[in-house]
């Protein structure tokens, strides 16, 4: 990520685990007793503050389920991030999704 540009707290940044909320999910009337949904992505690479990537690594043991690919997306399509492109890998096979649920171009 360095030999593209990205280093923490530039122009280019990159957000390591940066911690995403999602308050506002509930079934019905919301109560102090419903579970809080909080994730954490691994990073988050960002042009003028504005999320471009987000990339999830899994360990090289690890293959890259549905279920991978669901905990990315769910991370790039927060509010807080809106990336337009996610990555999920496990140092092995490197997989790259549109955001938007296009094919990418």
Do not use: W
Not at 27 to 56: A, F, Q, S, V
Not at 68 to 84: D, L
């Amino acid at each position: 990520m360095r030999s593209l540009g990205y280093r923490t707290g530039s122009e280019n940044n990159i957000i390591r685990e940066g911690q995403l909320r999602h308050d506002f999910l509930c079934l019905g009337r919301k109560t102090k007793n419903d579970m809080r949904l909080i994730g954490r992505p691994d990073y988050l690479l960002e042009i003028g503050g504005h999320g471009t990537i987000l990339i999830e690594a899994k360990a090289g043991d690890r293959s890259l389920s549905n279920e991978t690919v669901e905990q990315a997306k769910s991370y790039a399509i927060h509010p807080e991030v809106a990336a337009t492109a996610f990555v999920i890998t496990n140092g092995l096979d490197f997989l790259v999704f549109s955001s938007s649920g296009q094919e990418p171009g």
